[in-house]
């Protein structure tokens, strides 16, 4: 029930908002960007703004790169 809710409402906001999604999407497609955030312990933040479709791919390379290189006496995920 709520996730129809949800697509309910995004259908309204779309078709409501002033700007088309296309529009919206290619301005913030032009503000990506990727931040480096040094933290304690020489740890540090990696964060990426990005359309969602790269995003995605780049977690799905990520995380089978990692279970690649992943040792025996690692927990898994």
């Known amino acids: 029930m709520p996730g129809r809710f949800r697509a309910k409402a995004r259908v309204w906001r ?3 908002h002033p700007v ?3 529009k919206r999407h ?3 497609a032009a503000d990506r ?3 480096f955030v040094p933290d304690r ?6 964060n990426a703004y990005l359309p969602a479709d790269t995003a ?3 977690w799905e390379r990520t995380t089978a790169s990692a279970r690649a290189l ?3 006496a690692e927990p898994g995920p």
């Open 20 to 22: 088309s999604i296309e």
């Open 26 to 28: 290619t301005k913030c």
């Open 33 to 35: 960007r990727v931040e």
């Open 14 to 16: 779309e078709r409501h």
């Open 56 to 58: 995605a791919g780049i």
């Open 41 to 46: 312990d020489g740890m540090a933040w990696l």
């Open 70 to 72: 992943q040792g025996p």
